[in-house]
C-alpha cells in the first residue's frame, strides 16, 4: 500500500451536535433545561446552533427527509457543580438514566425529548 503525503491537519472540532425530530420541542429542552441559548437558529425549523461559555458549539438539525432519524449519545456537558445539575433536573421532573463516578469524573445521564443521551459532566481536580 503507498502511503500519499497529507495535505492538511485537523486541528479540532468545530461543532458536535445531535439530529432532531422536533426541532422547537428540542430547542426548548436545552434552553429550558441545561440554560443554552440559541446563537442561530435555522429557518423552517431545520436546527439551531447554541455557542457555550467555552467557545464550542453544539448543534441540533432536523434532516426532514435527507436521512433517517437516529438517536444519538456521546456529548457529555460540562458542568460546574454536578449535584446542583443533577438536583435540577430532579427537579423539573427529568429521569436520571445513569449516575457513575470513576477516578477522573462524575456523570449523570438524562435524555431529551428526541431520545438522544444527554450527559452531564464534572471532572475531578487533577492531583
Known amino acids: 500500500m503507498q502511503t500519499q503525503q497529507r495535505t492538511f491537519n485537523v486541528t479540532g472540532l468545530d461543532l458536535s451536535g445531535y439530529m432532531v425530530k422536533d426541532t422547537p420541542r428540542a430547542v426548548a429542552f ?21 455557542e457555550l ?7 441540533l438539525w432536523n434532516p426532514g427527509d435527507m436521512m433517517p432519524f437516529q438517536p444519538a449519545s456521546g456529548l457529555l456537558f460540562a458542568v460546574d457543580d454536578i449535584d446542583a445539575a443533577v438536583d435540577a433536573v430532579k427537579a423539573r421532573g427529568i429521569n436520571i438514566v445513569m449516575q457513575h463516578e470513576s477516578p477522573v469524573c462524575w456523570m449523570a445521564m438524562i435524555q431529551d425529548t428526541e431520545g438522544n443521551n444527554v450527559v ?8
Open 30 to 50: 436545552y434552553r429550558d433545561v441545561l440554560g443554552l441559548e440559541p446563537t442561530i437558529t435555522y429557518p423552517e425549523n431545520a436546527g439551531a446552533e447554541f
Open 53 to 59: 461559555a467555552d467557545g464550542t458549539t453544539f448543534g
Open 120 to 127: 452531564l459532566h464534572k471532572r475531578k481536580p487533577s492531583n
